[in-house]
């Protein structure tokens, strides 16, 4: 079985072109789904989190970055709102 990792990461209007920061690495799906709601509340909705799964020990290396991880929750933009 391969091991699967969940960041959180929160992005200012929901924009990655803004600032962000890692809000955490989750062993369990629902523990980082959680902690997005909760960060995006305690911040007055003025960061959006995005909820990416990554498997342990792969990397971007070498690959397309779109095929290293899957999108759990996202409503995030590059930058054009």
């Known amino acids: 079985m391969k091991n699967k990792v969940y960041t959180v990461?929160?992005?200012k209007w929901g924009n990655r072109?803004?600032?962000s920061y890692i809000v955490g690495v989750y062993s369990k799906k629902h523990a980082a789904i959680k902690a997005a709601e909760i960060e995006e509340e305690?911040?007055?909705?003025?960061?959006?989190?995005e909820?990416?799964?990554w498997e342990l020990d792969y990397g971007c290396a070498g690959n397309a970055?779109?095929?290293v991880f899957k999108e759990i929750r996202s409503n995030i933009t590059n930058g054009i709102n």
């Open 9 to 11: 990461t929160a992005y």
């Open 51 to 53: 909820v990416l799964e």
């Open 65 to 67: 970055v779109d095929e």
């Open 42 to 49: 305690w911040r007055g909705k003025e960061y959006e989190c």
């Open 17 to 19: 072109e803004d600032h």
